[in-house]
């Protein structure tokens, strides 16, 4: 996916930016040279909700991909209204695996939902009974009775003698 997106520092106040599955290329102009910049999801710390203009009437809306170096951040999608920020939002941050951010009023990011790495914890769920991985073992039925006892030891008779059918 290539679009194009406002650079302040850039010649032309201008930037390309290319998506690519393991990356992100930066195209821009600095000082008449051609720069390109490629850099790893990795190296980014999430995506995160952030308003276009928080001291104006617009109530602008944005998923913005943060990086520590500001200028290396991107916008991936704004809107005049907060109705579909919200999914796209969880789009990216599934598309790219990186963990989802909330920014605050003093501009610092927090995570969305509480993480263990790329894992987002939950809340943890109570098992069900009779859906273990044991579960095709033993029929239920056999699972209710009790287990049999061996039987009492045989008789045994010494000095006989043994019938056999030989000829």
């Known amino acids: 996916m290539v679009f194009d997106t406002a650079d302040a520092g850039a010649d032309g106040g201008g930037r390309r930016v290319e998506l ?3 990356h992100v290329v930066l195209r821009r102009r600095l000082g008449g040279l051609p720069l390109r910049e490629a850099i790893e999801y990795a190296r980014y710390r999430g995506l995160a909700i952030a308003l276009l203009d928080p001291e104006g009437e617009d109530e602008g809306v944005a998923v913005v991909l943060v990086h520590d170096d500001v200028e290396l951040s991107v916008t991936l999608y704004s809107a005049p209204h907060v109705d579909d ?10 598309l790219l695996g990186l963990p989802m951010l909330i920014t605050d009023a003093a501009g610092a990011h927090a995570a ?3 993480t263990l790495g790329r894992l987002v914890i939950g809340a943890a769920q109570l ?4 859906r273990g991985a044991l579960r095709y073992r033993r029929p239920a039925m056999f699972r209710r009775r009790a287990a049999g006892r061996p039987p009492a030891a045989l008789p045994v008779h010494r000095g006989e003698r043994e019938l056999s059918a030989r000829d």
């Open 112 to 114: 969305a939902y509480p």
């Open 85 to 94: 920020v919200v999914a796209e939002w969880r789009f990216w941050s599934a």
């Open 127 to 130: 098992r069900r009974r009779g």
């Open 20 to 22: 690519h599955p393991g």
